[in-house]
């Protein structure tokens, strides 16, 4: 069932504006990070990943930078677009399974 | 990227029915299948490893006599819902891993 009064934090961003999502993951022994996009009502998306001996990783229109001192994750988006708006989540890997984050909804405003 | 399929997309069914959500790695085989579960607004939440040929490894407080898990080939996997009950009510969600874990569509369950 559904938690009442439960909401995921979001981040309203002007189109053609830089985004930054950011993620805070609990394990220091996690060796993998994937960003997924989640638009509503489908399955979450690959969008880029990093391995833990990495620290940043580009791909088109997205970099994602590790911090393994503060476990923290980031996913930038260059010049968003409408079509960005979705929940984000961050997803941590330890020994083939994946953990997700609480995810985060970005949305554009045209 | 590699394909997974997942059927049916929704499905509403009345309380005490059994339901059976198919996840199938198109193009790819898949040793190892994953099932989650997704409330509204929540992240998603692993439920059980789906292993070819041997037992689903279930995580911690998810009933196997209430969540069948059957992974008969490398492409296919089978999670079938129980005696539904409105609790049940939920988005189902299934991956496959080829190097990168691929996530299937969704399945909106709906228990009246």
């Known amino acids: 069932g559904e938690s009442v009064g439960l909401h995921l934090p979001t981040l309203s961003v002007q189109e053609g504006d830089n985004s930054i999502i950011n993620c805070a993951y609990s394990?220091?022994?996690?060796?993998?990070f994937i960003w997924y996009k989640q638009e509503s009502g489908k399955g979450p998306q690959f969008i880029i990943d990093?391995?833990?001996?990495?620290d940043k990783r580009q791909g088109q229109r997205v970099t994602v930078l590790l911090n393994k001192t503060v476990k923290h994750l980031s996913l930038q988006i260059a010049a968003t677009q409408p079509g960005d708006s979705a929940v984000y989540f961050c997803a941590e890997n330890l020994s083939y399974q994946l953990t997700f984050g609480k995810g985060t909804k970005l949305s554009v405003i045209p | 990227g590699a394909v997974v399929s997942q059927h049916p997309s929704r499905v509403i069914c009345k309380s005490g029915t059994s339901v059976k959500i198919e996840c199938r790695s198109l193009d790819f085989q898949a040793t190892t299948m994953f099932w989650y579960r997704q409330f509204p607004k929540q992240s998603l939440m692993l439920m059980a490893t789906?292993?070819?040929?041997?037992?689903?490894?279930?995580e911690q407080g998810v009933e196997k006599d209430k969540f069948l898990i059957n992974h008969a080939s490398l492409t296919l996997s089978t999670l079938t819902v129980t005696s539904a009950h409105p609790e049940d009510s939920s988005f189902y969600i299934c991956?496959?891993?080829?190097?990168?874990?691929?996530f299937g569509a969704g399945t909106r369950l709906s228990v009246l």
């Open positions: 394990n220091s022994a996690s060796d993998y």
């Open positions: 789906s292993n070819e040929g041997s037992k689903a490894t279930y």
């Open positions: 990093i391995r833990s001996n990495m």
């Open positions: 991956s496959a891993r080829q190097n990168i874990q691929y």
